[in-house]
């Protein structure tokens, strides 16, 4: 790196930052480049209040704590449950950004990521959020709208593009076109409940007591929302736990086929979610779906056979993006980079 990046690092008095303030994850870009990936929790002291740890740090006290530590999720269903924890949350992670980089804190322009069914208090509980943690000029973008951006889409163009966002805490599924939202469909339906789901599965199916963070471990190596993925298929995952009436230490394996019969009404749900988008689509723009297909972004695309499933129940392609965990986050990286061309963003 030369003299003249090193000063610009150190005595820059404003920076960019583009956030997905996600319900599971919290993502930060700056520079084009990834700073931040996080996991969306802040552990903070009972007594002052104070933050002890963010992210990954706060993540590993998850459900371990004693009773002067609270370990706090600030986002649920996508909105911010606690504003104080989220604030303290984004101090903490844009503080991550600056760490040995500048002699000064920079103003900031930040442009975050929100589901497209926010109300307008919960789009002023992001942006208060936003400034207390140090924002200046703030941007909000809906996220399947950053999506479509981060696939690569041209949504500026006049054609119609459907992408399906399932994050952490909602599921947000848009037609896009001409640079804005045609038809949309929010739902609190996604990756946090398929979690619950397993772990509601695994206390009636087989008395076995499990933690959210052990039925997240059991979504990710046997998560399915298919009971046949042919040669795809993953092996039994074993779980260890107390049984949920003796106590007593089970070790019990898991197979796909139980994870995707446990996941079907969650599943069909999302499913009837993006039907009824369907429905709401003017026919030039559904046959403009039909020819595209419907692009699958966010942790719940990962879903072993989701994209097939999708596929034989709407009868349209379904493809699943490229690092679809990171389309929303680099798609408020390049909004941000056009702030003056992309007219759709929301102060």
Same mark, same amino acid.
């Given at each position: ?56 740090? %706060? ?10 530590? @609270?370990?706090?999720? $600030? ?27 500048? /002699?000064?804190? $920079? ?7 929100? $589901? ?13 959020? %936003?400034?207390?943690?140090?924002? @200046? ?32 805490? +909602? ?54 929302? /298919?009971?046949? /993925? ?15 009436? +003796? ?21 069909? @749900? ?7 988008? *369907?429905?709401?689509? $003017?026919?030039? *723009? ?9 692009? /699958? ?11 097939? @499933? ?38």
């Amino acid at each position: 790196m030369g003299f003249k990046n090193i000063f610009s690092r150190l005595f820059s008095f404003n920076q960019e930052l583009a956030i997905d303030l996600g319900t599971a994850n919290t993502i930060i870009i700056s520079g084009d480049e990834i700073m931040v990936n996080e996991p969306s929790v802040v552990a903070i002291d009972r007594m002052g209040d104070n933050m002890i740890a963010v992210g990954e740090k %706060a993540k590993l006290m998850y459900e371990k704590t004693n009773d002067k530590i @609270r370990v706090i999720r $600030p986002l649920r269903d996508g909105v911010i449950a606690d504003l104080n924890a989220c604030e303290q949350m984004m101090r903490g992670l844009i503080k991550m950004v600056h760490t040995g980089r500048r /002699l000064f804190t $920079p103003s900031l322009r930040m442009v975050i990521g929100v $589901p497209s069914g926010s109300t307008e208090v919960e789009l002023r509980a992001v942006r208060d959020s %936003a400034e207390h943690a140090g924002g @200046r000029d703030i941007y909000l973008l809906y996220e399947p709208m950053a999506a479509a951006i981060g696939v690569g889409i041209d949504v500026n163009a006049p054609e119609g593009n459907m992408v399906v966002d399932i994050g952490g805490g +909602t599921t947000e599924i848009a037609v896009i076109s001409l640079g804005g939202i045609v038809s949309n469909n929010s739902i609190k339906m996604a990756g946090d409940d398929f979690t619950a789901d397993i772990q509601d599965y695994m206390s009636r199916q087989h008395n076995v007591k499990v933690s959210e963070r052990m039925a997240e471990r059991i979504k990710i190596h046997v998560g399915a929302a /298919l009971t046949d /993925l042919g040669e795809d298929a993953p092996e039994d995952y074993v779980v260890h736990g107390p049984n949920r009436i +003796t106590a007593m230490p089970m070790e019990v394996p898991v197979c796909y086929q139980e994870i995707a019969h446990c996941l079907e009404k969650s599943v069909a @749900r999302i499913e009837n979610a993006i039907i009824s988008a *369907l429905e709401q689509t $003017p026919p030039e *723009l559904y046959a403009d779906i039909v020819k595209n297909g419907i692009w /699958l972004t966010g942790g719940g695309a990962l879903l072993r056979g989701l994209d097939k @499933r999708l596929t034989d129940k709407i009868n349209i392609p379904v493809h699943v993006a490229d690092d679809p965990l990171l389309c929303v986050a680099r798609g408020t990286g390049i909004a941000l980079k056009n702030v003056e061309k992309f007219t759709f963003l929301m102060r």
